[in-house]
């Protein structure tokens, strides 16, 4: 079974830009989860999708983060413009089900904010 | 008060040692734990998982819960130099899928 998918795996931007991430998640996992992991600390969530609608977007920085589901598959999570605080890992997870466990993470977007 | 605390350590043992790894929580609500281990530049990938209290053991790993105290812990036994990596708790009020709250995590060196 192929894992959590997430693409680029580095990227470094000057504030106010715009970046975009990218997430597969494993064939037939409904349920997508964006997490932002700063340094030195776990993982928090921004978003969580059920199939492509929003379960979970209370913690999603709306002025600036932006992330769509439009198929039910792939994801992407979009931040403009791009602040110094943004700099962190964005870990994208998935799960068969909207209860099921465990949570399959893919190994993030390393993103720096110069 | 957070609502997950963890200690960051670093943690260095010798290998073969014992390692006990904690959390405290302050949510009543919590009934879902988990622990996840990182390696560097990589992601979470679940260890333990267990729901209420109790204990849960699996090959050198176990896993404590006493929500009485409102605390976890992770212990390793005969820890080894690969066992090096950051150790997450984390837990949620409904089941483990859903709404993870992750504590800061402790980072393990495990010397040899």
């Known amino acids: 079974e192929a894992g959590v998918a997430q693409s680029p795996r580095y990227k470094i931007i000057e504030k106010r830009q715009s970046v975009a991430f990218w997430c597969n998640p494993i064939?037939?996992?409904?349920?997508l989860y964006w997490y932002q992991q700063i340094l030195g600390q776990g993982p928090k969530l921004l978003i969580q999708?059920?199939?492509?609608?929003?379960?979970?977007d209370s913690q999603l920085p709306k002025d600036r983060f932006s992330a769509e589901r439009l198929k039910g598959v792939d994801s992407t999570l979009k931040i403009q413009p791009a602040k110094l605080e943004d700099s962190a890992v964005y870990l994208c997870a998935s799960i068969r089900g909207r209860g099921d466990s465990p949570l399959h993470f893919g190994n993030g977007t390393r993103l720096t904010v110069t | 008060q957070k609502e997950v605390e963890q200690d960051p350590g670093p943690l260095s043992v010798p290998e073969g040692a014992i390692v006990s790894l904690n959390c405290t929580y302050s949510?009543?609500?919590?009934?879902?734990f988990m622990w996840y281990r990182q390696y560097s530049r990589k992601g979470p990938e679940l260890l333990m998982y267990t729901y209420s209290s109790g204990n849960k053991e699996d090959g050198r790993f176990t896993a404590q819960v006493d929500k009485s105290s409102k605390y976890i812990s992770l212990f390793i036994r005969d820890s080894q130099p690969s066992d090096s990596a950051t150790y997450l708790c984390?837990?949620?009020?409904?089941?483990?899928?859903?709404?993870?709250?992750f504590g800061k995590g402790t980072t393990l060196s495990v010397s040899s």
């Open positions: 999708f059920q199939n492509n609608g929003v379960v979970d």
């Open positions: 064939s037939g996992h409904a349920t």
């Open positions: 984390a837990m949620s009020a409904n089941q483990a899928g859903t709404a993870l709250i």
């Open positions: 949510n009543s609500a919590f009934q879902y």
